[in-house]
């Protein structure tokens, strides 16, 4: 059996990142709908790591609690099918505010800016309202309900049981659908490669 160095505490997220398709009308909306006004970047003349030249603009928004969220904006890579709507199961951000009223302010303000957000969806443990950026990714803005945390603790409870018959539900259909190397936990890190 394989011994595994000791895992280090994670402290947080510093950044996610995704392509947008214009800086300006990314700012546009994190800035002036959503209302992050910490923001900045950098632009970097070649790609990383590979030394490809792609220059791009890292943009990057900080939050109240410290953690950004970051885009790329790289038009010579760029392909502009990635900017259709992406389904909700394939990337949202998921935005927090503290209170239904913070988050009934956020829906009213985004709607001010000609932006259509709906909602609120009650999903017993958070409540939420659902828009899209300019970039196709969509954006909840969300509140935990009081029974948040209980809610969760208590699903965490049994979720190994919960998981087990899951897989079990599903694995014929994802075998069909990938292939059963494309699920193996231990390949699934080298598939794409």
């Given at each position: 059996?394989?011994?595994?160095?000791?895992?280090?505490?994670?402290?947080?997220?510093?950044?996610?990142?995704?392509?947008?398709?214009?800086?300006?009308?990314?700012?546009?909306?994190?800035?002036?709908?959503?209302?992050?006004?910490?923001?900045?970047?950098?632009?970097?003349?070649?790609?990383?790591?590979?030394?490809?030249?792609?220059?791009?603009l890292h943009l990057f928004f900080q939050m109240g609690n410290g953690e950004?969220?970051?885009?790329?904006?790289?038009?010579?890579?760029?392909?502009?099918?990635?900017?259709?709507?992406?389904?909700?199961?394939?990337?949202?951000?998921?935005?927090?505010?503290?209170?239904?009223?913070?988050?009934?302010?956020?829906?009213?303000?985004?709607?001010?800016?000609?932006?259509?957000?709906?909602?609120?969806?009650?999903?017993?443990?958070?409540?939420?309202?659902?828009?899209?950026?300019?970039?196709?990714?969509?954006?909840?803005?969300?509140?935990?309900?009081?029974?948040?945390?209980?809610?969760?603790?208590?699903?965490?409870?049994?979720?190994?049981?919960?998981?087990?018959?899951?897989?079990?539900?599903?694995?014929?259909?994802?075998?069909?659908?990938?292939?059963?190397?494309?699920?193996?936990?231990?390949?699934?890190?080298?598939?794409?490669?």
């Amino acid at each position: 059996m394989a011994t595994h160095p000791a895992a280090r505490p994670i402290k947080g997220v510093h950044h996610a990142a995704y392509r947008c398709r214009d800086a300006e009308q990314t700012i546009w909306f994190y800035r002036d709908v959503l209302g992050l006004t910490n923001y900045t970047g950098v632009v970097i003349e070649a790609v990383p790591g590979t030394g490809e030249d792609d220059p791009y603009l890292h943009l990057f928004f900080q939050m109240g609690n410290g953690e950004f969220l970051a885009f790329f904006d790289a038009p010579g890579s760029a392909d502009p099918d990635w900017f259709k709507r992406k389904e909700s199961f394939d990337m949202h951000w998921a935005f927090e505010v503290d209170s239904e009223e913070d988050m009934l302010a956020m829906q009213e303000r985004i709607d001010s800016y000609g932006v259509s957000a709906v909602g609120p969806v009650d999903h017993g443990f958070v409540r939420s309202i659902y828009m899209y950026d300019p970039n196709g990714v969509q954006v909840e803005v969300t509140y935990r309900m009081p029974q948040h945390d209980a809610i969760l603790a208590k699903t965490q409870e049994n979720f190994d049981d919960v998981l087990a018959r899951w897989q079990a539900r599903t694995r014929d259909q994802k075998v069909a659908k990938f292939g059963a190397e494309a699920i193996d936990r231990r390949s699934r890190h080298t598939a794409a490669a």
